[in-house]
């Protein structure tokens, strides 16, 4: 008797459908037809099945405060992150850890088991990096998360900055963050990314670096943090974030710049909710997209994956922790909407993220693997993308975690399905 079989699965890369058996927490048998008995039969019915969502970028330190202690007005990124300034020297580790776990909770049920989340550690408190360093432990197994050191106000702002970076890396952050555009000055920027790199390189520690998140076109610190991975020797264990500048890149530059990004190995994550509503924002029409050239990067051989980013917190009132929206809000602002595309834009929801995060060895669904999986109520990544539908249920190392039951319209008495009559 093993643990758990899921029948009748259709996965992305293949055209027949086929029985997921899971025992001791991995799959031990991926096949049309098998005959096991398990403690838990679940019938996919032809649905789409994958690996787990990844949320490869989230401030989970700041979600669920929106209004404290106030609203942002303007909607820019400046009063955001000065409204969160106003708010965060005066948090505590428990109201970042119940507030973060909140959103692992709505993350887990759609079907994101990996998160990577950010700590501000420019606060002079350490609430935000030790509430998410708990929620990482103690959910360990649920989700899993990386914690990020992000050093929100720059590291050179002010004279204690680089000293809580430091001791957050004491902490035991998993990933070393920037925000060289963010610096008093492009030579502060400079300084910053290098010092990030140094530290990253001796501490043996992964890099996700908020990279060129403005308008600006002079904003070009990632072909700096390209040139840094190559010097480091750290190809695929690099991740800039952001990077909205490149909406503004030229032509020429910006075909340069993807010949580097491929050749460092960089992870690119695009995160669509907050970026749509803050970049070109203050341009008079016609108006930037301001997003990272996801199309581009994809057909250059550069992995890119995304984000949740903000989720009810000082840059964004909106959110519910579903991947598949930011996947969709992506798909139209980078124009990824061709028959061959939009599977890839859930590829860059699962397992694009999964490389990015690094965990891509154990991640997918093959023999010997973990055995994660969502079985999305819809039968193809198109359906996926168009309907938003439910996580029917959400399976993490071989236990049924989530189930949702799909919503159910009808007209004049009469089931309206929203797909087209057979
Ligand atoms: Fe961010």
């Known amino acids: 008797m093993t643990d758990l079989v899921v029948r009748n699965a259709r996965l992305l890369d293949r055209d027949d459908l086929v029985d997921l058996v899971a025992d001791d927490g991995r799959w031990t048998q991926v096949g049309p037809d098998l005959a096991v008995d398990a403690e838990r039969e679940i019938d996919a019915a032809g649905r789409l099945v994958t690996a787990p969502l990844v949320d490869c970028h ?38 970042v850890y119940e507030r973060a776990k909140e959103i692992v909770r709505w993350s887990a049920a759609q079907g994101t088991l990996y998160i990577r989340a950010h700590a501000d550690v420019s606060a002079k408190n350490e609430a935000p990096v030790r509430g998410l360093l708990r929620l990482r432990d103690e959910l360990a197994d649920l989700v899993t998360i990386q914690v990020t050191a992000f050093p929100q106000d720059g590291l050179y702002s002010d004279p204690r900055n680089e000293g809580l970076f430091e001791r957050a890396i004491e902490l035991g952050v998993d990933c070393l963050g920037g925000i060289p555009h ?15 790199f140094d530290l990253a390189a001796r501490h043996k520690r992964r890099i996700d670096v908020h990279c060129d998140e403005t308008d600006d076109p002079a904003s070009r610190f990632l072909e700096v943090m390209a040139d840094d991975t190559v010097r480091h020797g750290l190809s ?25 990004l491929r050749r460092a190995g960089i992870n690119i994550v695009v995160n669509p909710f907050a970026n749509s509503l ?18 581009e990067l994809l057909a250059a051989g550069v992995n890119v994956s995304l984000g949740n980013d903000v989720i009810m917190d000082p840059w964004y009132l909106l959110g519910r922790a579903d991947m598949v929206e930011a996947a969709s809000l992506a798909l139209h602002f980078t ?18 993220g999964a ?21 999305f109520d819809a039968p193809s990544a198109l359906e996926v993308l168009r309907l938003h539908p439910a996580r029917r249920w959400v399976v993490r190392r071989g236990r049924v975690i989530a ?3 799909p919503s159910h319209t009808t007209l004049l008495g009469e089931p309206v399905t929203f797909r087209p009559p057979l």
């Open 58 to 95: 989230l401030h989970l330190d700041a979600s669920l405060t929106a209004g404290r202690p106030r609203f942002n007005a303007s909607g820019t990124l400046i009063e955001g992150i000065h409204v969160w300034g106003e708010l965060k020297e005066s948090l505590t580790v428990d109201d």
């Open 182 to 196: 963010y610096e008093p000055t492009a030579e502060l920027g400079l300084a910053e990314v290098h010092r990030v």
């Open 236 to 260: 695929g264990r690099v991740t800039a974030s952001h990077c909205t500048a490149m909406g503004s890149y030229e032509p020429y530059y910006s075909s340069k710049l993807h010949g580097f």
């Open 278 to 295: 803050i970049q070109g924002r203050l341009d008079p029409y016609p108006k930037r997209r301001g997003f990272a050239q996801l199309k």
């Open 335 to 352: 124009y990824m909407s061709g028959l061959d595309e939009i599977p890839e834009m859930l590829r860059c929801a699962t397992e694009r």
């Open 355 to 375: 490389r990015t995060l690094g965990v891509e060895d154990e991640y997918g669904i093959e023999e010997g693997k973990p055995a994660d999986c969502v079985v």
């Open 403 to 405: 189930e949702t039951e």
